[in-house]
């Protein structure tokens, strides 16, 4: 029971150490804490965009568990969003559950599925992956499609108020949760496995590391943190919709984010919605459809020049960078 | 107690080829055995499955009587055995002491505490002599290096019983020479058991206790170094009949 060591109470030495977590987490935590305590004075309009903005985020981070740290492209991540989504309208529309707390049968939904995806399709390794995963994901629309009870094509609609605050709380304790556990997973010793799998995961395996449990445990994390946020996604349109639930185009952006910002990284998901946000936003209603060619553009150009994305490279570049910025 | 390796009867078939055709070997904790062969006589197939990366089709191999064979490698590596690749492996994007670490943290040792884990990797490197290439990336390593770096995880791995794939190959004669005594002494100081897989005979003359010799997926002959190369099956095996008759 050596994992439940954190359940005992605090002493002086851990507070001490939390002061420890440095400059980037330090940054983001207060970037956090005060969003979370001017959202209430934030205008309608200004907190949607403040709301879909975490929404990037965090399924950012949540691509970056499985993309980021072992350098799986997870292509269908947006089943996980999806039937997260589902699972959270299905509770809610049926057995007429609290659509906050129902946000955790989503999260539910997203880890099962990702584990249980997980454990046949992570044996495959590169574009074989990514590939298997695309294919979950067309699979999962047809599936609902053909599904009564999850109302087929119509999917299922929602009579639910218009509550941004709860909105805005709801994804912001999932973000917050999420740049915890990869601040978690990245200082400790899963986070030096996950960096020899990414290096290089046959020589990972010949010093002790069990690779299967490792991808199994971040693409499990990847699924719950997706699953959750797809319930959110739906909460804020108060109903599910199959082409807009699984939507190729939140794995694009979410692959999108990840290389933009610099994948594997701390801040690099939080830098890269940031990026991808605003043209996707700003474009959506001055010349919709302009976005996709912007977001491409930046992926291509990044790929091709600064293939660590915005983090990596301001720490390759900037020296004084490298000790601040993970 | 001293740790004992043992396979029996190792058959390994790829498809239509039959890579290993009933070898059998041990070795102890302590020992150097020198395991040679031309080329594709099986050498490398052999240490594959006994560190778990194949399975054999036929055969056992035990490690202090416990059959280790067809478990996963990660296991393997966690009761003590330890293998080398061929053609080195580090993490790219790592540096050398973080590349040894790793090891430290995943190997038999299991060092969880990450300052415990960052020492161990500081004492291997300078076993090996890389403790100045600490900080460098591992991508940015020579050849040389590389295969100390290969061989310094190993060891932090806290294994018993290494298995050392062509760890002296390529290497130019001053290198070599440097690389043998290096890990004479370091062998002497951990007092860990080696299988030994080379083409360089002087390193394999050198350092063994005993030198097995396959050839075709076959053992051909056993013994010290000074009985191997005189054995006719050996030399026929080298450099043909003609030799083998010249010799006897």
Known sequence: MNFLRFLRPPTIADLRSILKIGPTAWGIAICLLVAAAGAPFVATYPLTILIYLLVFAALAYSMNFITGLTGYVSFGHVVFMGLGAYGWGTVVGTLHWSPLGSVVIGGAVGLLLALGLGIVTLRFRGVYFAIASLVTALAAVNIVLATPALGGGQGIILNLGFEPLSWFYAVWVILAIEVGMTYWVTHGRIGYGLRAIKGDEDAAKTLGIDVTRLKLFVFSLSGLFAGAVGAVNAWTVSGVFPEAAFALLFSLLMLAMVIVGGSGTLLGPLVGAVVVYIPHTYFLTVASGAEFIVIGGLVTFIALVIPEGIVGSLRRYVPILQGILE | ?248
């Open chain 2, 1 to 248: 107690m001293t740790m004992a390796l043992v396979a029996e009867g190792i058959h390994k078939d790829f498809g239509g080829v039959r890579a290993l055709r009933g070898v059998s070997l041990s070795l102890t904790e302590g020992e150097i055995v020198g395991l040679i062969g031309p080329n594709g006589s099986g050498k490398s197939t052999l240490l594959n499955v006994i560190s778990g990366v194949e399975k054999p089709t036929a055969g056992t191999v035990t490690l202090d009587g416990r059959r280790i064979d067809g478990k996963p490698s990660h296991r393997i590596v966690g009761w003590g055995v330890a293998k080398t690749h061929q053609i080195p492996k580090p993490f790219p994007g790592m540096t050398s002491g973080e590349n040894v670490t790793v090891a430290a943290l995943f190997g038999s040792l299991r060092r969880t505490d990450l300052r415990q884990a960052s020492e161990e990797a500081t004492r291997v490197l300078r076993l090996v002599g890389l403790e100045a290439k600490a900080g460098t990336l591992a991508s940015n390593l020579t050849v040389q290096d590389r295969k100390r770096l290969e061989l310094a995880r190993v060891i932090a791995t806290g294994a018993r019983i290494l298995l050392l794939d062509e760890v002296f190959a390529g290497l130019s004669a001053g290198e070599l020479r440097e690389a043998i005594e290096l890990f004479a002494r370091i062998q002497k100081e951990l007092r860990v058991g080696a299988l030994v897989v080379e083409h360089v005979m002087r390193a394999v003359l050198t350092l063994s206790h005993r030198v097995v010799v396959i050839e075709e997926g076959r053992k051909i002959a056993e013994g010290t170094p000074q009985e191997v190369v005189r054995d006719p099956a050996v030399i026929e095996a080298y450099l043909g009949t003609e030799a083998a008759r010249a010799a006897a």
